[in-house]
Structure formats: C-alpha cells, structure tokens
C-alpha cells in the first residue's frame, strides 16, 4: 500500500509538470487533458484519479505561485514588531522565488499572461483576488505600524501605501515576465530592494540583502 501511494503522488506531480509546461507555453484554452495526458506520458485515467476536471487540474497548478505567497503573508505578519523589515522581507522573497523558482515562475505566467479569465475559473480567481487583498493589507497594516514608529516618513496614509507596494511588486513581475530578456530580476533585485525603500520614505539601511 505504501509503494501505491508512492507511485500515486509521482504520477500527480508528473501530470502537474505537465500541465504546468503546456498552460505556460500554450495558454488555459489550447490545453486539453489529453494533450496533458500524452505530456506526461499517461492517459487520461491517472489525470482523472487526481483532479476532477481541467479546471481542477488548473487550480492545482497554480497553487505553486499561491501557495508560498500565502505562507509569506503570515510569515510577514508575525514580524510586525519589525514592520520595515518585514516588507523588505517580503520584497526581497517574493522576487527571489520569481527569480529562482521555475515551478513558482510558471505558475504566475500562466495566470497573468496565459489565461483567459473566465466564469470557469471562479474558484481560483476568488481565492487569488482573496491573496491579492490580504497582501495589499498586511502591507498597509506594516506602513501603518512603521510610520507610528517613526521608521518611514510619508504623509500619505497606510492603506495607500499598502497600494503602492503590491502595485510596485506587480509591476516588475508583469514587466519581467511579459520580456525577461528587458534585465535580469536576479541582477537588480538589490536594485529594486533600495527603490522600494526610496519609495516608501523607509529610514532603513536595509536587510544586508542588497
């Protein structure tokens, strides 16, 4: 039973990285299951054992972009008493991942750039717009807290800053996704670190990262 189950999750995550290469490359609406199928080098069966629907599967996919994003938000949520640093930290991860993390990185590309958003993807895009909100207010509760303590210098108010700060990360994902022969993210994290700073009116000399 242990070896099945075994078996079991190689084949899932098989039929993922199969899905995640044709949605990336092709889009939601030209990949079919048994293009996926054939991909993964299976039939349809395995892909049904797992997932519902191609809807489902879609979901599924992009949960590697979702999922570290939401652990992140927590992450960040319990370094409130550092809220600089925090949104620093939640910069410099956040470009990392896109940076470094291939799954992550199509995962992303898929929902911004290779999807059409319809009625069909209810789900996913409830819990991503979901995402989006709590990331736009962890950072205005972090500026709000970071200008009580004197650590930006800003007369604009928090909830606008949280704003300012997912708009800025969603800016160089779209922008780099969309050309990433434009720079390399890897390269000029350091240099997006120190105008997120300049940005928010942050006293800090930063986290060492850049």
């Not at 994902?173 to 240099?191: C, N, V």
């Amino acid at each position: 039973m242990r070896r099945t189950k075994e078996e079991a999750e190689k084949t899932r995550q098989t039929v993922l990285e199969a899905a995640l290469t044709l949605f990336s490359r092709d889009g939601y609406s030209l990949t079919t299951l048994s293009r996926i199928a054939r991909e993964a080098g299976c039939s349809r069966g395995p892909i049904y054992w797992h997932f519902q629907n191609k809807d489902d599967l879609y979901e599924a996919v992009l949960a590697y972009s979702q999922e570290p994003l939401e652990a992140l938000v927590e992450e960040c949520r319990n370094m409130a008493d550092r809220p600089v640093a925090a949104m620093e930290h939640f910069l410099e991860q956040w470009l990392s991942l896109l940076a470094n993390d291939r799954r992550y990185r199509q995962s992303f590309e898929i929902l911004l750039n290779k999807t059409e958003l319809t009625d069909a993807m209810s789900r996913t895009l409830k819990r991503e717009r979901e995402l989006t909100g709590s990331i736009v207010a962890l950072f205005g509760d972090l500026a709000g807290k970071a200008l009580e303590q004197g650590q930006l210098k800003s007369h604009e108010q928090p909830e606008d800053l949280g704003l300012l700060c997912y708009t800025f990360l969603m800016g160089i994902t779209q922008t780099w996704l969309f050309a990433p022969g434009l720079f390399s993210l890897k390269q000029q994290i350091p240099f997006f670190q120190r105008q997120f700073r300049h940005l928010l009116g942050s006293a800090s000399t930063g986290t060492g990262s850049a």
